[in-house]
């Protein structure tokens, strides 16, 4: 007769995933916050948002669609759940995705024609060898200040306690071996059945370790428009079934050109001399996405290309799509650490 699991005694009960509500950054956000504040079905007024390059770093849009986009991870303190379904808000969210999209689509345009399905995987890797983002895991394994290393993983905490949840939205719309392919790399991110190793987990140990508040939604008074585009990103590709092929691509190339930074922010914490708590969640990366890259170049993005051709422009897309993102965002850190500032916003920001 089994005994059921046996959960130790240390082990702490999964936290919630509360976030308070922050301040209003504009007229956008503004909207938002003063409606999730009433019943749902409160009607909520549709905002004017254009779709400008601009956007993609712009604090009150990207807040607003952050906002939307958590009510499917989590609880909005003192919000009603109902508001995660609430047709008005969904016509709100509907407005800035439609302009987020279009920004998208300027600043990475999409290509003309599906590529042949045998060559997507080679195409991601290129995409990646391609790619000159500004040099920030260089400059933290050398030369950042531990105070910058913090900033790092307060800006990285948006994503990185959700580590993989935008990615699994898509599970139930693949099938064959592209499926399989995803659920193997999930199920490594969340800790191949044990929760301690899950990488959410592992990241919010990071947090702790370097004297961080590790509690979900802690810093998101601070984090700016960029940064909160790159979660959307994730979030906009994975909550739609028609942008399926852009978000195996998103993470493919996100496994692809995550293993070599990972080693150097582990190299630059242990220069600031910082410890394994602190290092685990990199020294795991450096490992676990060596493989994942792989996987998720040939068997998912390829098997999905070869499964449905006509998404192999979209996977290039979503791939693209990152690098650009995460191109904006770096290059906000090192201008801002250039000029002996934080990257982060001021505690008391209110507006643009
Ligand atoms: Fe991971
Ligand atoms: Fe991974």
Same mark, same amino acid.
């Not at 990185?160 to 139930?172: G, M, T, V, Y």
């Given at each position: 007769?089994?005994?059921?699991?046996?959960?130790?005694?240390?082990?702490?009960?999964?936290?919630?995933?509360?976030?308070? $509500?922050?301040?209003?950054?504009?007229?956008?956000?503004?909207?938002?916050?003063?409606?999730? %504040?009433?019943?749902?079905?409160?009607?909520?007024?549709?905002?004017?948002?254009?779709?400008?390059?601009?956007?993609?770093?712009?604090?009150?849009?990207?807040?607003? $669609?952050?906002?939307?986009?958590?009510?499917?991870?989590?609880?909005?303190?003192?919000?009603?759940?109902?508001?995660?379904?609430?047709?008005?808000?969904?016509?709100?969210?509907?407005?800035?995705?439609?302009?987020?999209?279009?920004?998208?689509?300027?600043?990475?345009?999409?290509?003309?024609?599906?590529?042949?399905?045998?060559?997507?995987?080679?195409?991601?890797?290129?995409?990646?060898?391609?790619?000159?983002?500004?040099?920030?895991?260089?400059?933290?394994?050398?030369?950042?200040?531990?105070?910058?290393?913090?900033?790092?993983?307060?800006?990285?905490?948006?994503?990185?306690?959700?580590?993989?949840?935008?990615?699994?939205?898509?599970?139930?719309?693949?099938?064959?071996?592209?499926?399989?392919?995803?659920?193997?790399?999930?199920?490594?991110?969340?800790?191949?059945? %044990?929760?301690?190793?899950?990488?959410?987990?592992?990241?919010?140990?990071?947090?702790?370790?370097?004297?961080?508040?590790?509690?979900?939604?802690?810093?998101?008074?601070?984090?700016?428009?960029?940064?909160?585009?790159?979660?959307? $990103?994730?979030?906009?590709?994975?909550?739609?079934?028609?942008?399926?092929?852009?978000?195996?691509?998103? $993470?493919?190339?996100?496994?692809?050109?995550?293993?070599?930074?990972?080693?150097?922010?582990?190299?630059?914490?242990?220069?600031?001399?910082?410890?394994?708590?602190?290092?685990?969640?990199?020294?795991?990366?450096?490992?676990?996405?060596?493989?994942?890259?792989?996987?998720?170049?040939?068997?998912?993005?390829?098997?999905?290309?070869?499964?449905?051709?006509?998404?192999?422009?979209?996977?290039?897309?979503?791939?693209?799509?990152?690098?650009?993102?995460?191109?904006?965002?770096?290059?906000?850190?090192?201008?801002?650490?250039?000029?002996?500032?934080?990257?982060?916003?001021?505690?008391?920001?209110?507006?643009?």
């Amino acid at each position: 007769v089994s005994a059921g699991p046996v959960i130790p005694h240390d082990t702490p009960p999964a936290p919630a995933r509360r976030t308070a $509500l922050p301040r209003a950054r504009g007229p956008v956000s503004g909207i938002l916050l003063e409606v999730v %504040r009433c019943a749902p079905g409160m009607p909520v007024e549709l905002p004017l948002v254009e779709a400008t390059p601009a956007l993609l770093a712009d604090d009150d849009v990207q807040l607003a $669609l952050y906002l939307c986009y958590e009510l499917h991870y989590g609880e909005l303190a003192g919000v009603d759940d109902a508001w995660e379904w609430d047709p008005g808000l969904l016509a709100f969210r509907a407005v800035l995705e439609r302009a987020f999209e279009g920004a998208l689509r300027q600043a990475v345009p999409p290509a003309h024609a599906p590529p042949p399905p045998e060559v997507v995987p080679t195409a991601l890797q290129a995409l990646v060898a391609a790619d000159d983002a500004p040099p920030l895991s260089r400059y933290v394994e050398r030369r950042a200040t531990r105070e910058q290393v913090r900033e790092l993983l307060v800006h990285r905490s948006a994503y990185q306690l959700k580590e993989a949840d935008p990615h699994s939205w898509a599970i139930a719309r693949l099938s064959g071996p592209p499926k399989a392919a995803l659920v193997e790399v999930q199920a490594d991110e969340y800790g191949g059945g %044990r929760a301690e190793r899950i990488h959410a987990t592992l990241f919010a140990k990071a947090m702790a370790a370097v004297a961080l508040d590790p509690r979900y939604g802690s810093y998101l008074e601070r984090l700016p428009g960029v940064t909160l585009a790159t979660v959307n $990103l994730m979030s906009l590709l994975g909550l739609h079934r028609r942008h399926r092929g852009a978000i195996v691509g998103h $993470l493919a190339a996100f496994e692809l050109t995550s293993s070599l930074p990972n080693r150097r922010y582990a190299n630059g914490l242990r220069r600031l001399g910082f410890g394994a708590d602190a290092t685990d969640f990199f020294d795991e990366h450096v490992t676990a996405d060596a493989v994942h890259e792989q996987v998720a170049a040939w068997d998912l993005a390829g098997g999905l290309a070869h499964a449905e051709p006509q998404l192999g422009d979209d996977i290039l897309w979503g791939a693209a799509a990152l690098l650009q993102l995460e191109a904006r965002w770096a290059r906000r850190l090192l201008d801002a650490w250039e000029r002996g500032e934080s990257s982060l916003l001021a505690p008391r920001a209110t507006s643009r």
